[in-house]
């Protein structure tokens, strides 16, 4: 079983940056990859972006460029950097942790508003 927390949400003006912060607890090493991923109001939820355990990381086409996962603390700690913020961009951001080939794991969601 593996925990995921959540932060870094924030209401930001268009063009700003935010850092989002995913920590997981628990039985972490059977994680094979996070995942942040994002719901607006109506929509579906999407996947954002990803990284591996080996460090593969994988981005939705609109965010590349502005979005950028990092592992600073292996699979502890699994950060979004968001740069160039578009309201678009507005929802709540999920992280998810993958074992044996799917997300089943979830944190509780934190909120990114963008204002235009």
């Known amino acids: 079983q593996v925990q995921l927390v959540e932060s870094g949400g924030d209401l930001v003006q268009t063009g700003g940056s935010l850092t989002l912060s995913c920590a997981a607890s628990?039985?972490?090493?059977?994680?094979?990859?996070i995942g942040w991923f994002r719901q607006a109001p109506g929509k579906q939820r999407e996947l954002v972006a990803s990284i591996t355990t080996k460090g593969i990381t994988n981005y939705t086409d609109s965010v590349k460029g502005r979005f950028t996962i990092t592992r600073p603390n292996a699979n502890r700690t699994v950060d979004l950097q968001m740069n160039g913020l578009k309201p678009e961009d507005t929802a709540v951001y999920y992280c998810a942790a993958a074992m044996l080939g799917s997300y089943n794991s979830w944190g509780q969601g934190t909120q990114v508003t963008v204002s235009s």
């Open positions: 628990g039985n972490i090493f059977i994680i094979n990859a």
